[in-house]
């Protein structure tokens, strides 16, 4: 059985419960958890530092204090 997607799900906007989870809702209304102990780079981002960030084409998060670009299924658990 495969998993055909007709539409790729664009990032709509982010938010953070403290430094421990990772919200991230899309355009197509859902909304995912990301438990940031996958990401501890992303974890040890203080408030102002998680606030910087920027959503690239749609698709992937990337934080001025960090030198790396997230993508969406890198984030979802799906790379």
């Not at 780079?41 to 960030?53: E, K, N, P, Y």
Request: no cysteine; net charge negative; glycine share 2%.
């Amino acid at each position: 059985m495969s998993l055909v997607i007709n539409h790729i799900p664009k990032i709509r906007s982010v938010e953070f419960l403290n430094s421990s989870i990772l919200f991230i809702h899309l355009d197509n209304d859902r909304t995912f958890l990301v438990p940031l102990d996958k990401f501890p780079d992303i974890r040890s981002l203080d408030a102002r530092q998680r606030a910087d960030f920027e959503i690239i084409d749609d698709t992937h998060l990337s934080f001025l204090a960090i030198d790396e670009v997230y993508s969406l299924e890198q984030l979802m658990g799906m790379e």
